[in-house]
């Protein structure tokens, strides 16, 4: 089974963190929390927390199989870290699976990896998406080579659905 990094931190979007994780646990998958620093605890916009695993400073991406970023305002909070945004373009430099749900793309942007991609997250942030050079799909799940994106915490099951799929070709 896959091993996937979590990149997240303080005011992640509960629902777009807990129901995909507890789905790729279910099945068989290893996630491994990664962050700002190893060992501490992150809080959800909702009350939810989680402890880091590992500290994304010294972490290669060579380390995981995909890469699961969920929404909320983590996204935003982790743009601003040199080390957070190698670690994502690492995944796309290696073509690996990214999970990116609601806010996510912003971590993408700052990464510089989506000109030429389809995708779709929080209406918010639609503009600055084409803004990066990809094209905006409004739909619950969108796939783009290695990247599948969704837009808002009802688009989860088919989030769930597109990203085990994808794991699922890399047996």
Partial sequence: MSRIAVIITDMFEDVEYQQPAEAFRKAGHELVLVGLSAGSIVK?????????????????????????????????????????????????????????????????????????????????????????????VDEEVVVDNNLVSSRKPADIPAFIREALAMLAKQV
């Fill in 44 to 136: 959800g916009e909702h009350g939810a927390v989680a402890t880091i695993d590992r500290a994304v400073h010294d972490l290669p991406a060579d380390d995981f199989d995909a890469l699961f970023i969920p929404g909320g305002y983590s996204p935003d909070r982790l743009r601003v870290d040199p080390d957070a945004v190698r670690f994502v373009k690492e995944f796309f430099t290696s073509n690996k699976p990214v999970f990116a749900i609601c806010h996510a793309p912003q971590l993408l942007i700052t990464a510089q990896v989506l000109k030429g991609r389809h995708l779709t997250g929080w209406m918010s942030i639609v503009q600055d998406i084409k803004n990066a050079g990809a094209e905006y």
